[in-house]
């Protein structure tokens, strides 16, 4: 792994943590999150791999209904308590930027194969360690799971847009 991933990868924790930490009342200071998860690739250079194809969509529909319906139907879930907002915030404040650097920057960087999905999912999982301690949501760890399809699914289309579409999606599942 190259210096650029670990410097961007701990620069995120270490804003994460310090986010947590303080907990500032100005969601202001949250966005800062996802722009550096945005911002780091492009400063490094990184082309990431984004476009919108209807096979990929319809891969990351499908794979979404195969795995997050059973979740969704066994725990009870509810839409009723979706709105407009939390949807718009889960793809723009949370899947967009975590797709794009997680798997866009560093799995695109070490590799399309199983050990860089194993690895990148790893990471990710650890990236949710703040959540845990801070708000003592440990079940956020548990961010390893999902995250290994949404590598397999960049593995095989090498593209952000099904693991953009299942992570949105897997959020939504599990906040009801």
């Known amino acids: 792994m190259s210096i650029k ?5 701990l620069a995120v924790l270490i804003l994460s943590f310090f986010l947590y930490l303080l907990k500032p009342a100005n969601s202001l200071y949250y966005s800062s999150l996802p ?3 945005i911002m780091l690739p492009i400063i490094f250079g990184h082309r990431v791999k984004i476009r919108f194809s209807i096979k990929d969509a319809a891969t990351a529909l499908i794979v979404s209904a195969i795995i997050l319906l059973p979740y969704y139907f066994v725990f009870g879930g509810s839409l009723s308590t979706i709105s407009i907002y939390f949807v718009t915030f889960q793809l ?6 975590e797709e794009f650097f997680f798997r866009g920057f560093i799995q695109d960087s070490i590799g399309r194969n199983l050990k860089a999905v194993l690895l990148v999912s790893l990471l ?15 079940m956020s760890l548990l ?8 590598g397999w699914l960049y593995m095989k289309t090498n593209n952000i847009l ?7 999606l897997a959020n939504i599942v599990y906040q009801n």
């Not at 991933?5 to 990868?9: G, K, T």
């Not at 990710?124 to 440990?138: Q, Y």
């Open 35 to 37: 722009l550096l998860m």
């Open 92 to 97: 723009l404040g949370v899947a967009f930027p």
């Open 5 to 9: 991933i670990i410097s961007a990868y």
């Open 143 to 150: 961010s390893f799971f999902p995250s290994l399809v949404m």
């Open 124 to 138: 990710f999982s650890l990236a949710h360690l703040p959540k845990a301690i801070f708000l003592g949501e440990w």
């Open 162 to 168: 099904p693991g953009t579409i299942f992570h949105l």
